[in-house]
Each structure stands twice: as structure tokens, then as C-alpha cells.
């Protein structure tokens, strides 16, 4: 019998009890799941370039000089596949974009009321799908009134798939063009011109960040590559 693969995840919250909560949450939706718990930048910097993690909680404000941010910007310029998601009790718009256009594949307010909405959100993550705040998606994360004909639809349901669906799993990740290609041992002009292109015209987008937004409107859960 083939053992389950042990899922490395890391928190990084600069208050223990944060980091305790969303270790049992965690823990509760991926049984499997080995967390890791940072309370600063100079800790996870140090357990990033120990382990690899397929994800990162990050919080965005640590209350010090160096942010959660800085750790997202961090996993980009190494090039690290790690999905990395924001935690933050801020819901500006400008923030959550600012976070999206480093990198992240999720973020998830800290100050949720309701655990059953956080658990939600977990799980969307960890499934491969990306989470953004109704406040600032536009929809309600229970309902599908958006896309009644698309229940949790797969990439290949709306023609996405092979090469094209590994560059977005990857855009997803915040990778650039050029990690990209470096990763499917292309030229970057083929990302540039043919994958990215073809990607926008599926979801009617023009950039990036409308194409994060489309997928986790879509609830579109992407495959581990």
C-alpha cells in the first residue's frame, strides 16, 4: 500500500494564540498535514530554506520591520511553488490586491465571526482553489448564483488543460513568465504570447489579478503538479 504523502504547512503569525487556532484548524481539515509555526520573518525565512511546504499562512502585519509581505515577496523571487496565503484583519481592496500581485493565492480575513466561513476558507485552499473575502470577491461563498451551470468546475471543464493548465496552476502561485517557463523548459515568449493569452480570452480577463478573481469565483480547484 502506497503511504500518504505527509503535506508540510507553515503559519506564520507573530501571536501564539493565532498560530495555535489555525494549527488545530488545519489539523482538522488536513489530518495528514505536518504545520510548522513561525513567529517572524528571520524564523521563516530560516524554515523555508529548511523545508519544502506546499503552503504558507502568512500573516501580513507583524507588528515589526519585516512583514508577511516581505515573505511573499521572499517565495517569489526564490521561485518556491509554495501556495502561499494572506491572513490579515485588513479588507482594503488596495491591500488584498497588493498581496495578489505578489503572489498569494488566497487571502483570508483574521477577524471571521463565523469559524464555519474560516473553516470554509481552509478548505477551499487546501483543495487547490483560491479564496478572496466576499467583501472583496463579490460573492458569497455559499451560494452559486454567479455560475448556477458550473458547480465547482474543473480547468478541463472549460478546456484547460495540459500545458496550459500547468502554466495556470503556476500563475496562480504568483510565478512570473519567466519562472514559468524555466519550470516547463520553454522559451518565455511562449508564455508571454501563446499560454497566458489563451488563459485570458477563457476567463474574459485582461490581467492577473481579474484571472485570480475569476477562479475563485468559479471555485475552480487546481491539481497539485
Request: charged share 25%.
Amino acid at each position: 500500500m502506497t503511504e500518504t504523502p505527509i503535506l508540510n504547512i507553515l503559519v506564520l503569525d507573530d501571536q501564539g494564540l493565532v498560530r495555535a487556532g489555525m494549527t488545530e484548524l488545519i489539523r482538522i481539515s488536513e489530518p495528514r498535514a505536518k504545520v510548522f509555526e513561525a513567529s517572524n520573518y528571520a524564523m521563516t525565512i530560516a524554515l523555508l530554506d529548511k523545508h519544502y511546504f506546499q503552503f504558507a499562512f502568512l500573516d501580513f502585519d507583524l507588528k515589526a520591520e519585516f512583514s508577511g509581505l516581505d515573505v511573499l515577496k521572499y517565495l517569489h523571487e526564490q521561485e518556491m511553488d509554495t501556495r502561499a496565503v494572506m491572513l490579515s484583519g485588513c479588507l482594503e481592496q488596495d491591500v488584498v490586491f497588493q498581496c495578489l500581485n505578489a503572489g498569494a493565492c488566497g487571502y483570508i480575513p483574521k477577524d471571521m465571526s463565523n469559524n464555519g466561513v474560516f473553516r470554509s476558507a481552509l478548505d477551499t485552499v487546501l483543495q487547490g482553489g483560491i479564496f478572496l473575502p466576499e467583501p472583496i470577491a463579490g460573492f458569497n461563498i455559499y451560494s452559486n448564483k454567479l455560475f448556477p451551470s458550473l458547480t465547482d468546475p474543473s480547468p478541463e471543464s472549460l478546456g484547460i488543460n495540459g500545458r496550459c493548465l500547468e502554466v495556470l496552476v503556476y500563475l496562480c502561485q504568483g510565478l512570473s513568465n519567466k519562472a514559468i517557463a524555466r519550470k516547463m523548459c520553454v522559451e518565455e515568449g511562449t508564455i508571454r504570447k501563446d499560454y497566458v493569452p489563451k488563459l485570458f480570452r477563457v476567463f474574459k480577463v485582461t490581467r492577473r489579478t481579474e484571472l485570480l478573481f475569476e477562479v475563485s469565483k468559479r471555485r475552480i480547484k487546481l491539481p497539485k503538479l
